[in-house]
């Protein structure tokens, strides 16, 4: 269970990013942030691993508040998966989701590369668990596909068996098929191992089939907190508006998903 | 001229004529550009003075026309006749007498050597009539085909190992060295600024200079050697090392500080499968290079071929000189060749 309190972020430049967000998202939910670049949803994820600091209000994980002194317990419930996927990918598959358990390997045997068992077990069922074969553990992560990618981050992420997942657009640099398989791995995760997913996206589409619930955030406060067949052109009116509009007004005529359409694919070329 | 072209070749109908006339294209170059120039010319003409190089010129002009028979003389052909002429032909066998040799055991002889009777012809000077007189006597020495050739190549053996020595050691060195001296690894600012002030050190001193002080602590032989060059060379990767980390793709490094992971382990998992190419291909430039500088090392007593070439040199015994720097040639040569498909291989 992950909860945010009136939470407020704003970086030493006066540039504010949260505007009191209060959200408490449930034990075994897929729960997807909605908002364009900028909103703040990346900060939102950021505050639960401790990446960033609150500057007032506060988050809690699991009942303990995210604080320097509770950092490391709280690390360890929660994981992440990355946009970029942040895998090295001049290692094998199995280094990559052994490292998901790192902080459990004392250091020797780390900069040796010398795994214990249980880990090398655990590394086994959760590439598994993700779909890939056993002929794809020694294989460099650099030769597989991008939606085989993202599952080696999905399975470094349940290594250590994380109350929290935080994915921050992990579909970004996928196609359409893979970013289906993606989701429906995180999606189950969710309900089968009970764990907390809290996942930015952009794309509507998925987050309507996938998730359990959808939140809105637009400059920094959450503007809807919805489950995805209550999602219309009206809440996303709520958050897509002004985007790259220098006037700030709503274009009426077209459907608000066109004109995100549009403006992206603007924004693209 | 260029922008002209550009306009007859686009001119579309969609595309104003008027719009295009008011657009301006710089010459890519100007008075400013000219200035340099002139400026770098002035100073090079000052400095060429001071260094020679119309000297250098003048020489060589007249060793172009005593090639093609202008002239009768040139210093540099002759400077170059002679130096060619000395070293010719390169020194191959070795003589040694044999009541040089301690213990000689005429069973056990060198590889591929035989006792041979040499006839010595000495003048002395009779010191009550100051006449000179001419005697003939025989020693016995060994004499050896290649003798010469394996003792230039034993020397060469220890060159090499001398440079893999201090490479080892430099590489070892310079580990910690670079995780003090990058910046995002640093524990704190101390710590980075001496790190970093040791690596410049370590780098400003040249081998030279510093095996000479070493050979005084070390007394002469490849020990000062080894640690001149492994002080040197990983001043060098210290600094290359730490830029890497440095600029290492950031991205996998907060998956792992995410996680939890301390510093050491996201060095290890995070920054060293990405910057492992690189610095392999360092390791193998340190280590051609130090083959290199150990051959030149060894002129202040520091062991190797140097130790070798240096006293050969001062002797003007110029056969044996020459068989050492074909000797260097190859092994650098040879080095190169060996480094190249270690390294494709790598990367």
């Given amino acids: ?269 | 001229m260029t922008l002209h072209n550009t306009q007859n070749f686009g001119n579309q109908q969609t595309v104003p004529n008027d719009s295009n006339h008011s657009w301006h294209l710089p010459p890519p170059y100007g008075a400013k550009t000219v200035l340099v120039i002139i400026v770098a010319a002035a100073l090079l003409l000052i400095s060429g003075k001071k260094t020679e190089i119309d000297k250098m010129f003048l020489l060589l002009g007249e060793a172009a026309g005593n090639v093609v028979g202008l002239n009768d003389s040139s210093q540099v052909i002759d400077g170059g006749k002679k130096v060619v002429n000395s070293m010719l032909p390169i020194q191959i066998f070795e003589v040694t007498e044999i009541s040089r040799i301690e213990n000689f055991d005429p069973d056990d002889l060198p590889m591929f050597s035989r006792i041979d009777n040499e006839e010595v012809t000495k003048t002395v000077v009779d010191p009550t009539t100051l006449e000179l007189s001419t005697t003939t006597t025989t020693r016995s020495v060994v004499y050896s085909p290649v003798g010469y050739l394996l003792h230039v190549s034993k020397k060469m053996l220890e060159t090499i190992e001398i440079a893999i020595w201090a490479t080892l050691f430099s590489i070892i060195l310079s580990i910690p060295l670079a995780y003090y001296s990058s910046a995002n690894y640093t524990p704190n600012k101390v710590a980075y600024t001496l790190a970093r002030g040791v690596v410049s050190l370590l780098r400003a001193i040249p081998e030279l200079i510093s095996a000479m002080f070493l050979v005084l602590a070390f007394g002469f032989g490849p020990i000062a050697g080894i640690l001149a060059l492994a002080f040197h060379s990983a001043g060098f990767l210290g600094k290359f090392y730490a830029e890497d980390i440095e600029n290492a793709n950031k991205g996998p490094q907060e998956a792992l500080r995410a996680i939890g992971a301390s510093k050491a382990k996201i060095l290890r998992y995070s920054v060293l499968p990405q910057v492992l190419p690189q610095y392999v291909a360092y390791n193998m430039y340190i280590l051609d290079r130090n083959v290199r500088m150990a051959t030149v090392i060894g002129i202040v007593g520091a062991g190797g071929i140097g130790q070798e070439l240096k006293g050969r040199y001062d002797m003007f015994e110029y056969g044996h000189v020459a068989t050492i720097l074909v000797m260097i040639f190859l092994t650098v040569f040879t080095l190169d060749q060996i480094a190249g498909k270690i390294r494709s291989k790598l990367i």
């Avoid at chain 1, 992950?2 to 540039?15: C, H, L, R, T």
């Avoid at chain 1, 994980?61 to 895998?87: F, P, W």
């Fill in chain 1, 1 to 269: 269970m992950i909860s945010f309190d009136n939470v407020q972020k704003s970086y030493p430049n006066g540039a504010a990013v949260l505007d009191g967000v209060s959200l408490t998202v449930p034990k075994g939910q897929f729960c997807v942030l909605l908002g364009h670049s900028g909103a703040g949803k990346s900060t939102i994820l950021r505050l639960v691993n401790g990446l960033v600091e609150p500057t007032a209000g506060c988050v809690s994980v699991d009942g303990s508040k995210v604080t320097s002194k509770t950092l490391q317990a709280v690390r360890r419930k929660v994981a992440t998966i990355h946009q970029e996927l942040n895998l090295s990918n001049r290692s094998s598959v199995a280094t990559n989701v052994m490292t998901g358990a790192l902080v459990d390997v004392s250091l020797i045997r780390a900069l040796v590369g010398w795994f214990p068992v249980p880990i090398r077990q655990k590394c086994c069922e959760v590439v598994s668990l993700v779909g890939l074969n056993a002929e794809h553990l020694n294989r460099r992560v650099s030769t597989l596909s991008g939606g085989q990618q993202q599952r080696v981050g999905i399975a470094r992420s349940l290594m250590l068996d994380p109350m929290v997942i935080l994915a921050d657009e992990p579909i970004a640099s996928l196609d359409p098929s893979a970013s289906r398989d993606v989701l429906s791995h995180l999606r189950s995760i969710a309900h089968r191992n009970g764990c907390t997913v809290l996942c930015c996206l952009h794309q509507v589409e998925m987050a309507k089939e996938f998730a359990d619930r959808i939140v809105g955030i637009e400059g920094g406060k959450v503007v809807f907190d919805l489950v995805p067949d209550q999602i219309d052109d009206q809440a996303l009116k709520l958050i897509y508006k002004n985007y790259d509009d220098p006037n700030g007004q709503v274009v009426v005529r077209e459907s608000a998903i066109e004109h995100v359409a549009k403006t992206l694919h603007g924004h693209a070329a």
